[in-house]
């Protein structure tokens, strides 16, 4: 029998209150049985708790934790407690230290390979799956990141890891989807979607049914161990690169679903580094999807200064800048090539009629900034606020600060872009609302232009904003028809289906869509509540030369960079002359 292991302070509960859902996902995971009708999992409590001054001492100390069981209305799934729980007070050991792990296994008959460890502590999980458990850290308190947010995702997790679940993967069309979803969910698995692919996951049994039910227009590969689902989200083919043995079940460019093994690199597992992210698969949701773009019976008559202001997008104009700044032999963030490229920037933007200012960003050790432009909106106050970004720097991960980090794609591409933006609204002749433009430094260490940039926004200027867009790689075309990925979160969503329309009047790009932000500038902005999308090339996942000295001008599909800036400014345009 699986033992699944758990923390109890910030885990569970917090100051004797237990957490939404705790009681909830405890009998949940109780209820959990085998193939023969057993309980497939063994509940138990692992804590650090008072320290005893002598052996005597420990039953009353004891007899303490478990009132904080009866507070909080949990005791009772983890009766008899004397088997169920173990306490740093009698161990002698507190956690991270091998002894109350085995002394917590040994008590439930379980090895460490049968054991998962739940906690808020990150520490405490990595300690837990170096010893060969499987460990999730759990977002506590007032935490900004973990492997799982809420207590109710933790079910589908331990049901995998506790019943050694199957996983097939469906190609689905827009048509067979809906369908293949319902047999999926009707013969008691779960599905996740990633483009075309369907990755459906459950018990030998659940998987076997749902294949039988597909209908034949549905293609579908073998069912094998699930073992470790995670939902992979990288820049580029960053994760790939340094995971090649990490087997892939399902892709679509920057997201993948792989099959995770703990033991391999402990440290990426669940967290957000500045080239990808392993986090437990969404089950039942949609993770990336193509878009179905209305036909051209069915769009709208589009305002001629909306479309005057999208024929401005010169790709003359683009490519000169997009040289520019590749020019510099690095544009990293603390470094004088970034110095260089924000003061070409600012002359730019200047030199079209915008009002400029920087901003400072400390950046590690070092400072970097952001390239404010503003240009004011014709209308009476109040006005909103539309905002564009993209950031500016560029890295060589391999050979550090000062090694060539050319960033043509990554994001020189997106930078250029800003400006291209900035000269085809620059005459807007019906601007109602106020735009501005900002190019953030940082963005290759952690975001830290753009988190600084919203942090430090008042109150009555965040709640200004009506829509964020921003471009990260928008230059190198890895599908056969030149794609956009429009990712944001269910804050972004007509913002979303807006882009989808400006693409289907003004371009001839295909589109997908994702509600699983990731790693660009967009998502300080989501976590604050406003509406925020980043545009991306299509199937960026497949892009193996940016982070390094082969992001350069040669990789770039020009048409395709002019495209998504056309839908860009097609959406912009007419967003900024709405009252």
């Not at 970004?389 to 872009?417: F, K, M, Q, V």
Request: aromatic share 4%; hydrophobic share 45%; with cysteine.
């Amino acid at each position: 029998m699986k033992l699944v292991l758990f923390d109890l302070g910030n885990t569970l509960e917090e100051n004797d209150v237990p957490l939404p859902g705790a009681r909830e996902m405890l009998e949940a995971t109780a209820a959990l049985r085998d193939q023969s009708g057993q309980p497939a999992v063994r509940l138990g409590l692992v804590s650090d708790f008072f320290e005893p001054g002598a052996p005597e001492e420990i039953p009353q100390i004891r007899e303490q934790y478990f009132a904080i069981l009866d507070r909080i209305g949990i005791r009772d799934l983890f009766e008899p407690v004397n088997d169920h729980v173990t306490l740093s007070t009698e161990v002698g050991s507190a956690k991270p230290a091998e002894a109350i792990f085995r002394a917590a296994t040994d008590r439930a008959g379980a090895t460490f390979a049968e054991t998962l460890f739940i906690t808020e502590n990150l520490g405490h999980v990595l300690a837990a799956r170096r010893l060969g458990m499987a460990a999730l850290h759990f977002r506590g308190p007032g935490q900004t990141s973990g492997d799982v947010a809420s207590l109710p995702e933790l079910v589908p997790i331990i049901r995998a890891f506790a019943l050694s679940d199957q996983v097939a993967v469906l190609r689905v069309s827009p048509e067979t989807v809906a369908a293949a979803q319902q047999q999926v969910v009707t013969a008691g698995a779960s599905w996740t979607r990633l483009g075309d692919d369907l990755v459906v996951t459950g018990t030998a049994e659940a998987v076997t049914a749902s294949l039988a039910a597909m209908p034949s227009s549905v293609r579908s590969s073998a069912a094998g161990p699930a073992g470790e689902l995670r939902l992979v989200l990288q820049n580029g083919s960053l994760f790939q690169q340094e995971h090649p043995d990490v087997p892939v079940v399902a892709g679509r460019g920057r997201h993948l679903v792989v099959r995770w093994n703990p033991a391999l690199d402990p440290a990426p597992h669940g967290l957000d580094v500045p080239c990808y992210a392993v986090r437990p698969l969404p089950v039942n949701t949609t993770v990336v999807a193509p878009l179905a773009l209305p036909s051209a019976e069915a769009r709208r008559a589009v305002p001629d200064w909306v479309r005057d202001c999208v024929d401005r997008v010169c790709v003359e104009t683009f490519e000169a800048d997009l040289a520019a700044f590749v020019a510099l032999p690095t544009r990293q963030s603390t470094t004088p090539g970034f110095g260089i490229a924000a003061e070409l920037a600012l002359a730019k933007l200047a030199g079209l009629g915008y009002t400029t200012s920087t901003q400072p960003v400390p950046v590690d050790a070092g400072t970097s900034l952001n390239v404010i432009a503003d240009r004011s909106g014709t209308g009476p106050q109040p006005r909103d606020l539309v905002v564009v970004t993209a950031h500016l720097d560029s890295i060589n991960i391999a050979g550090g600060p000062a090694a060539p980090a050319p960033g043509a794609d990554d994001n020189g591409s997106g930078s250029a872009g800003l400006l291209a933006i900035a000269a085809a609204l620059a005459e807007h002749p019906q601007q109602w609302h106020d735009l501005r433009l900002i190019l953030f430094g940082g963005e290759e260490q952690g975001l830290f232009g753009s988190r600084r940039h919203v942090a430090q926004l008042p109150v009555t200027e965040r709640n200004r904003i009506r829509t964020v867009i921003n471009m990260d790689m928008i230059g190198t075309l890895n599908t056969p028809q030149p794609g956009v990925l429009l990712e944001g979160a269910p804050v972004s969503q007509s913002v979303i289906d807006s882009l989808a329309t400006a693409a289907a009047e003004f371009t001839a790009l295909a589109v997908a869509t994702s509600l699983s932000p990731f790693n660009s500038d967009h998502v300080p902005f989501i976590d604050a509540g406003i509406p925020a999308v980043l545009t991306i090339e299509g199937s960026d996942g497949v892009n193996d030369n940016i982070h390094s000295a082969a992001d350069t001008l040669d990789k770039i599909n020009l048409e395709l960079a002019v495209q998504i800036l056309r839908m860009n400014v097609g959406y912009l345009a007419d967003v900024l002359g709405v009252p």
